[in-house]
Every structure is written in C-alpha cells, then in structure tokens.
C-alpha cells in the first residue's frame, strides 16, 4: 500500500476475527494467508456502512497485491 500510495490503516482485533486463521491452520502444513477488510460501522446489521474511498482502496490494494503476488519472495 505505501509503495503505491494507497492509503490504508491498521486493524487490531478485540474479538473475533477472520477466516484466515482457519486457513493458516489447515491440514498438516497450513497455508499463508492475510486478509484486506473494509472499515464498517455498525457490522451486520441492517444499518452497516462504509465509507467509499475505503471501500476503492480496498480495490486498489487487492489489484495491486494480484498483479505483483509472482513478485513477492514466499519462502519461510
């Protein structure tokens, strides 16, 4: 995102959390996985919002991070 110029802030979570968890610990070996969220307001229910520019960043970021994955060393 900074090397783009994609504005984009951090998320710490209280409670809950993503799928992504799972995924890393699946099977013997697990797998990398990462997640890009949106900030909302008011998450499921009927009222939750976000804002658009968070939501075009998002979009931005994940095109970016599509086009460049072959670039990226995955060694650990």
């Known amino acids: ?15 809950g959390g993503t799928d992504t968890a799972g995924i890393q610990r699946m099977g013997k ?3 990398i996985a990462g997640a890009i969220s949106i900030p909302t307001r008011h998450l499921h229910q009927v009222i939750e919002m976000a804002d658009k520019s ?11 991070c599509l086009k460049e994955i072959d670039k ?3 060694t650990f």
């Open 1 to 15: 995102a900074d090397k783009h110029k994609i504005k984009w802030q951090p998320e710490i979570l209280q409670a």
């Open 29 to 31: 070996t697990g797998s």
């Open 54 to 64: 968070d939501i075009s960043s998002c979009i931005d970021l994940l095109t970016i």
């Open 72 to 74: 990226h060393s995955w």
